[in-house]
């Protein structure tokens, strides 16, 4: 999928923060891992600590993500959005 410049993505970002329902953890993780490989790039942030179970888990899921470009994981971000019931 082709995206109109920045805007699709930037419009799937408010998008997601204003779902009807809210998606499941996993769902969760991945709209995080995208969206931090897309402004982000590959991860570059020191491990949590082993008792932070949500940061851990963030940082597993973005770290999954290496090596995917930014174009491709704003795509599957809006993509993800769109099939989440977004109004991308």
């Known amino acids: 999928m ?7 993505f ?3 970002v408010v998008a997601a923060k204003s779902l009807q329902d809210r998606p499941d953890n996993e769902n969760m993780l991945l709209l995080y891992a995208l969206y931090k ?3 982000a ?7 949590p600590g ?7 888990a963030k940082f597993e899921a973005w770290g999954k993500l290496r090596g995917t470009s ?17 109004a991308v």
Do not use: H, W
């Not at 082709?2 to 699709?8: S, V, Y």
């Open 2 to 8: 082709k995206l109109d410049g920045k805007t699709d």
């Open 10 to 12: 930037d419009n799937a």
């Open 37 to 39: 490989q897309a402004t």
């Open 41 to 47: 790039g590959d991860i570059n942030v020191a491990k």
């Open 50 to 56: 082993f008792f932070d179970f949500v940061g851990m």
């Open 70 to 86: 930014p174009d491709e994981a704003k795509s599957c971000y809006v993509e993800m959005v769109r099939k989440l019931g977004g």
